[in-house]
């Protein structure tokens, strides 16, 4: 599973990158709960928990329904 999320973060990653940002894997819980590290611009933006919800944790659901949860490390 670690090699189909890094693929979708992948995807992701450049949108992040166009504001000064960027996602970092951190694990992957036998629960299906990703948890990843926002960088650079993202790491102190106000709009993170938003990134965060309805940016990554909808990709990664949407293609690879093992995930069941994104969440901060």
Do not use: F, H, W
């Amino acid at each position: 599973m670690k090699d189909k999320v890094l693929t979708v973060l992948d995807k992701i990653r450049p949108a992040l990158q166009r504001d000064g940002g960027d996602v970092e894997l951190v694990d992957i819980s036998e629960d299906g709960v990703v948890k990843v590290r926002l960088q650079g611009a993202c790491a102190g933006c106000p709009m993170s928990q938003m990134t965060l919800r309805n940016g990554i944790e909808k990709v990664l659901k949407q293609e690879i329904p093992e995930v069941k949860a994104v969440e901060p490390a």
